[in-house]
C-alpha cells in the first residue's frame, strides 16, 4: 500500500495563501502585544494618599547657627526632601511661635507647599516664644473644618522644633488627637552645645540676643517635650544635630501609615485596542489551519 503520506500522491491547497495567512496573523499578534492605543472614555479615578500638616517652629530660637547656616533653614531642606518623598499626599504648612497660623493650606500641589516654605521666617511673628499647644491646636481644627471624613482618611502632624515649649500644657490636645485617630511626630532640631541667638531685622543679622544682665543667650535644644509628646502619641520622636543629619526615619514612619482614597476625579483614558488585533490573528490563524493537504490520486492495496 502506498503511504498515505507520500509527497506524489498528496499537493497543499494555496501553500501561498497559508503563508500570507500565517504571516499577516503574526503581525497582527505582534501589535496586540504591543497594547495599541486610540480613542478615549471618561473614567473615575480615586486619589489615594494621607493629609499630613508640617508644623514649623518659627521662633527666635530657630535662627541659632549650631546647625548650618542656621537651625530653620536646616529645617526647611529636610521638609523639601519630606515633601517630596510624599508626592501624592496632601499636606499643609502651619507655622508657630507663641501662636500658630497657617502659612499653606492642605494641598497635593508640593510645588505651592515648597513656595510657601521658602516665605516662612522668625520675623513672621512680633512675639519670639513657642507653644506647642497653639500650634497642635491650629492644626486639629484645621482637619475638624475640613469634613468629617476622619475614619476614613490617614492624618497625621509632623511638629518640629528645637524644644523650648513655654506655652500651655499640652497633654489634654494630644489625648484628642488621639480620639481622632490623628498621628502626631515629632522633630527635635538643634544640638546640646547650642549657640547665639541672632537678632534678625529683614533678613540680616544685628548682634545677638542677651539676658537682663547683659550676656549673650545661649539657645540649646531641649527635647524633652518633644519626646513626651511622641511616647503619648506611640510615635517615635526624631533628633537632627550634628550626628543625625536627616528624618527619613520619620518619612519610613508616614509611609506605614495606610493611604487612602482623598478626592476622586474624572479622566480622559485611552482604550488599549489590543483585542481587536488578537482576535483577527485567531481567525487568520484558524482559516489558515483549515488550509490543509489535498490527495490527488486513488491508491489501492
Known amino acids: ?11 497543499r491547497s494555496y501553500p501561498f495563501v497559508k503563508f500570507l495567512l500565517r504571516s499577516v496573523a503574526y503581525v497582527l499578534l505582534f501589535i496586540a502585544l504591543l497594547g495599541p492605543y486610540w480613542g478615549e472614555q471618561a473614567q473615575q479615578l480615586s486619589v489615594m494618599g494621607r493629609e499630613i500638616y508640617l508644623l514649623m517652629d518659627v521662633s527666635a530660637s530657630m535662627n541659632a547657627d549650631d546647625l548650618k547656616p542656621s537651625r530653620l533653614e536646616k529645617a526647611k531642606v529636610e521638609v523639601r526632601h519630606l515633601i517630596e518623598e510624599l508626592k501624592g499626599d496632601k499636606i499643609g504648612l502651619i507655622i508657630f511661635a507663641d501662636n500658630a497660623y497657617v502659612q499653606c493650606p492642605l494641598t497635593t500641589d508640593f510645588q505651592a507647599v515648597n513656595m510657601f516654605l521658602e516665605l516662612v521666617s522668625s520675623e513672621q511673628f512680633a512675639q519670639s516664644g513657642t507653644n506647642f499647644r497653639s500650634a497642635l491646636s491650629v492644626a486639629l481644627s484645621r482637619f475638624q473644618s475640613v ?11 509632623v511638629m518640629i522644633s528645637d524644644g523650648e515649649d ?47 544682665d547683659g550676656t549673650t543667650a545661649i539657645s540649646q535644644l531641649h527635647d524633652e517635650t518633644l519626646k513626651e509628646i511622641a511616647l503619648h502619641s506611640g510615635t517615635t520622636y526624631v533628633r537632627i544635630d550634628a550626628q543625625n543629619q536627616g528624618m527619613d526615619e520619620l518619612i519610613e514612619q508616614i509611609k506605614l501609615l495606610s493611604a487612602s482614597p ?35 490520486d486513488e491508491t489501492n492495496d
Open 1 to 11: 500500500m502506498e503511504s498515505w503520506f507520500a509527497v506524489e500522491s498528496y499537493k
Open 147 to 157: 469634613d468629617q471624613r476622619a475614619d476614613h482618611v490617614s492624618r497625621a502632624v
Open 166 to 212: 513655654f506655652g500651655d500644657t499640652y497633654t489634654s490636645i494630644i489625648d484628642r488627637f488621639k480620639q481622632a485617630h490623628i498621628g502626631v511626630f515629632t522633630v527635635g532640631i538643634g544640638t546640646a552645645e547650642g549657640a547665639f541667638i541672632p537678632n534678625m531685622d529683614k533678613g540680616f543679622r544685628l548682634g545677638y540676643k542677651t539676658h537682663e
Open 262 to 296: 482623598l478626592a476622586s476625579r474624572i479622566e480622559q483614558v485611552k482604550n488599549n485596542q489590543y483585542q481587536i488585533f488578537l482576535a483577527i490573528s485567531l481567525v487568520l490563524l484558524m482559516i489558515s489551519l483549515f488550509l490543509m493537504p489535498i490527495r490527488t
